[in-house]
């Protein structure tokens, strides 16, 4: 039922396209702020989605195979198993001069 067959008034146009325009204001700002980010960086942003794609891989392999297992541990290790990448990195690795 439309809300001129209930009688209500229509809604300005604005109303129907301003979430709209909000969520890609937003994710033009999100796209600038990690770009600025990745131009800042020393190491060149190429490692870790390789990293990521063969830790899925090597998860959904395991996945496949049906047994339990702890995806944190799994091949390839670039960081020790268990760890977040933020805690307990050193200077030296990550890229900058101590």
Partial sequence: MSDRSRGLPDAPRWQTWLPHVLV???LVYLGLAVWQHALHSVQP?????????????SFWRAVEQGGLF???????????????GWVGVSRARRGRPR
């Avoid at 702890?70 to 977040?84: F, G, H, K, Q, V």
């Fill in 70 to 84: 702890n995806p944190l541990s799994l091949e390839p290790t670039a960081r020790p198993p268990d760890t977040l």
């Fill in 24 to 26: 890609v204001a937003w």
């Fill in 45 to 57: 942003p190429l490692y870790d989605p390789l990293g990521y794609l063969s830790k899925a891989m």
